[in-house]
């Protein structure tokens, strides 16, 4: 009797554990969701006089210039929202959808939208695989097919700034948050709702979590919200604050108020009690400058204290608290210890653990090791470290570099260096000519051109001109355009000082008879440039499709058919062939 009753209770406790897992699993489920990504430009806006179309990436006309503004949601795929004129009846804009054969869509609701974000992930503006419709005066959400992901229940329907994927919907004047999914992340019972703003390179903003609101007689009361929809903190402050520098999604950081008070909590805990005027975050040196009484001091993420708040102010140099009180500075380490060296205000730490770089109380840089001896010492206004020996310096304006011995391996004659992201190349700039030096991490120049610009691609580096343009790779090594575009059949020539092109086997195609040319671009289309002008020549039949009519100041237009790339800051992509305009410059 007592075998089977201990197996009955190993079996429940497994029933148990299975029961906890599934519902785990179902709750992840339900806010998992995918971001579309757009693997390939198949659409893009055409501007022509004022008025907006949509051409493909052949450069035809799939929706003619007509109406007051284009939207293309995901420029993969056919789905174009057409802005016509103002309705002053119902203070809206009249939009239309169609596809890429003229065709509408969606016509059974009232209104078709796209849905505008703001994230830092993606350049594309709007929602890419979701739309809001209306219908009887209510907002939901379909995809792309038509398919309705909710019913329409919401006065209003917006995305979440910094949050893509995830959308703010009214209901009943109280706001709440869905995902594409149409899954209920919190309830709409808030008056208020913004994203935490926390992001790292792993999960991207998915585990960003919810500040919400709730009005009060006192007035608004915040709380927090995890990704998942659980409420971590109540609506009980008059102010909240995740500390976001704090990258650790089980243990949250936030400073909170509570009638005027700020204290800082760990998840629910209380690390420092609601007594502080101001509580700020250092993230380069992962401490908390308090206020009390209109003293400042510093306590550590526990909360223990580093320094007492007894301050006019505090700054940091680097590894150095700067205390000030009265006319004097009062130095401490990271640990509060005392300084006893006063003349240097600011210690900083490199990528080389041998290396510090100091300032003084003139504001001079100098190295010292990790011993304290200094072993540069030179009259700079500035310095950074750069990678092994060597270190970015400026004095009187210009800037250069030095090793460690103090010599200099590239000359005080440049307005700014600095590395370009994710390489090894060192990019000199120097702002009166317009002149970009090229370094390779040994301090080798490797390329040079004047008016120049610099682009960056997935696998390159562009250095271009009004006269001249050269790839490179990463770590510095000249390019063959064959190399940079191993699917195109012609590549950009220059012969005795005018451009052409030649084909794999440098066999010449295009005759050498312009100023200037661009590569063929993913959509088998190059710019020409003759007499100051720029025009299409077309990868297919080597056929000009455009004579050079277009006055372009940028060094390397883009062109789909016969039309030119506007820039312009939303990320949508348009392309004009309107002769009055300045191409890249809208």
Request: charged share 30%; aromatic share 12%; proline share 2%.
């Amino acid at each position: 009797m007592k075998g089977k009753m201990k197996w009955l209770i190993i079996g429940i406790i497994m029933i148990a554990i299975i029961v906890v897992v599934v519902l785990v699993i179902i709750n992840e489920t339900k806010f998992a969701y995918k971001i579309e990504e757009v693997k390939e430009i198949n659409y893009v806006t055409l501007v022509k006089e004022g008025k907006y179309g949509v051409i493909d990436k052949a450069g035809n006309i799939i929706i003619e210039p007509t109406y007051n503004g284009i939207q293309i949601p995901n420029p993969s795929k056919p789905v174009f929202i057409c802005i016509g004129e103002y309705d002053k009846e119902n203070k809206e804009y009249d939009t239309k959808a169609f596809n890429d054969k003229g065709e509408p869509l969606f016509g059974e609701y009232d209104r078709i939208e796209a849905i505008l974000v703001e994230t830092n992930i993606e350049k594309t503006p709007y929602e890419k695989s979701t739309l809001a419709y209306r219908k009887d005066g209510k907002y939901g959400l379909i995809n792309f097919e038509g398919k309705v992901i909710t019913e329409p229940i919401y006065e209003e329907i917006t995305s979440m700034r910094y949050k893509e994927g995830t959308f703010i919907v009214k209901q009943e004047e109280k706001l709440g948050v869905i995902n594409l999914k149409g899954k209920q992340v919190i309830k709409p019972e808030y008056e208020t709702i913004t994203s935490d703003n926390y992001y790292n390179e792993k999960t991207k903003n998915k585990t960003t979590g919810f500040i919400v609101s709730q009005k009060t007689e006192s007035g608004y009361r915040y709380g927090y919200i995890n990704h998942r929809g659980k409420m971590i903190l109540n609506t009980e402050f008059t102010e909240l604050e995740r500390i976001t520098g704090i990258s650790n999604e089980k243990e949250l950081y936030f400073i909170a108020f509570k009638e005027g008070q700020a204290g800082l909590l760990r998840n629910k805990k209380v690390v420092l009690n609601y007594e502080y005027e101001d509580i700020q975050y250092s993230s380069l040196n992962d401490v908390f400058v308090v206020q009390r009484n209109g003293k400042q001091g510093v306590v550590s993420r526990k909360g223990e204290t580093i320094v007492n708040a007894e301050y006019d102010t505090i700054t940091f140099g680097g590894m150095y608290i700067n205390a000030k009180k009265g006319n004097t500075i009062h130095l401490f380490d990271l640990n509060g210890t005392s300084i006893e060296n006063k003349e240097v205000i600011s210690k900083t730490a490199t990528e080389n653990p041998n290396y510090f770089i100091t300032v003084d109380t003139n504001d001079i840089y100098a190295v010292v090791d990790s011993e304290g001896k200094t072993v540069i010492d030179n009259d700079y206004n500035y310095m950074e470290y750069l990678q092994g020996d060597y270190f970015i310096v400026a004095k009187d304006g210009k800037n250069g570099i030095i090793d460690i011995s103090g010599k200099s391996v590239v000359d005080l004659a440049y307005t700014s260096i600095f590395r370009l992201n994710d390489t090894q190349i060192l990019q000199a700039e120097k702002i009166e000519t317009k002149t970009i030096d090229l370094y390779s991490s040994n301090m080798h120049k490797i390329a040079s051109q004047d008016n120049a610009t610099i682009t960056t691609g997935e696998n390159y580096i562009l250095l271009s001109s009004d006269k001249d343009f050269a790839y490179y790779d990463f770590s510095g090594n000249k390019l063959e355009a064959k190399e940079v575009f191993p699917n195109n059949q012609l590549f950009a020539k220059k012969i005795n000082d005018k451009w052409g092109f030649v084909d794999k086997s440098g066999n010449v195609v295009v005759q050498n008879e312009y100023e200037m040319v661009t590569e063929f671009n993913q959509y088998g289309f190059a710019g020409i440039k003759k007499d100051g002008k720029w025009g299409v020549i077309a990868q297919a039949d080597h056929k000009v499709i455009q004579e050079p009519i277009y006055e372009i100041e940028w060094t390397q237009p883009n062109f789909i058919g016969k039309y030119y790339r506007i820039r312009n800051l939303n990320g949508n992509e348009r392309y004009s062939d309107d002769v009055s305009k300045d191409g890249e410059k809208e």
